[in-house]
């Protein structure tokens, strides 16, 4: 069983309408979770972190976190062209794991104008 | 500041021959790690290094070595590469401790043959 799973994808959306994508994780145990944004041929660049139950928002994202049902989403609000890339989902464990993120496999995300 | 730099950027081998792959970071972090992406296999670690002085087996450390030389650098080897070793290698940093938040370099495509 994979540890961390995302939603398959792709995923795509109109300019302007919400785009939301999951995560869920095996270990209850988690402390610490992030969503990376990699672009093709690019490197992962951090966008969200969340630690606590409940939503964190940033401009046009949004995180939200619920350790009860071991899930993670990110919503993108107004999505725009310049968001289509592949979101990671990625977990920091904790205990014997710290430090040590665990990365889902990504889902694609197309935003068509 | 540069953040996480990588180098090379591109490289082609031939089995069985070595190579090390160059990672710094000018972040201050304690904390860096090696990680190979592939297609379908997601990111992966290879090793970590918690701290300077500190190096630690991640997912995937089958047929690689690491030094961590000091604080800011962290070099990852490959002593007799195998078309398997074939994909894109990214280091990253982190300020050790419950955050974990992870900052990536640009990655190096090495393409064994």
């Known amino acids: 069983q994979k540890e961390v799973e995302q939603n398959s994808g792709p995923l795509s959306v109109p300019e302007g309408a919400i785009a939301s994508l999951n995560c869920t994780y095996s270990?209850?145990?988690?402390?610490?979770f992030f969503w990376y944004r990699q672009y093709s041929g690019k490197s992962p660049e951090l966008i969200m972190s969340?630690?606590?139950?409940g939503d964190k928002e940033d401009g046009r994202f949004t995180a939200q976190l619920n350790k009860a049902s071991q899930y993670v989403s990110l919503l993108i609000r107004d999505s725009q062209p310049s968001d289509s890339a592949t979101y990671l989902c990625?977990?920091?464990?904790?205990?014997?794991?710290?430090?040590?993120?665990?990365f889902g496999q990504g889902t694609i995300l197309t935003v068509h104008p | 500041n540069a953040g996480v730099t990588q180098t090379p950027k591109f490289q082609v081998l031939k089995t069985g021959q070595s190579m090390t792959l160059q990672c710094a970071q000018d972040?201050?972090?304690?904390?860096m790690y090696w990680y190979r992406q592939d297609p379908g296999m997601g990111l992966r670690l290879i090793y970590y290094?918690?701290?300077?002085?500190?190096?630690d087996k991640g997912e995937v450390p089958n047929g690689y070595n690491v030094s961590r030389l000091n604080k800011r650098e962290f070099s990852l080897r490959l002593e007799s590469a195998a078309p398997s070793q074939t994909s894109v290698y990214f280091c990253?940093?982190?300020?050790?401790?419950?955050?974990?938040?992870?900052?990536f370099g640009p990655g190096t495509r090495l393409t064994v043959l």
């Open positions: 270990d209850r145990g988690s402390q610490s």
């Open positions: 990253a940093s982190s300020v050790t401790g419950y955050y974990n938040e992870q900052f």
């Open positions: 969340i630690y606590s139950n």
């Open positions: 972040m201050n972090h304690n904390s």
């Open positions: 290094s918690a701290s300077e002085g500190t190096t």
């Open positions: 990625a977990v920091n464990a904790g205990g014997t794991s710290y430090g040590k993120l665990t």
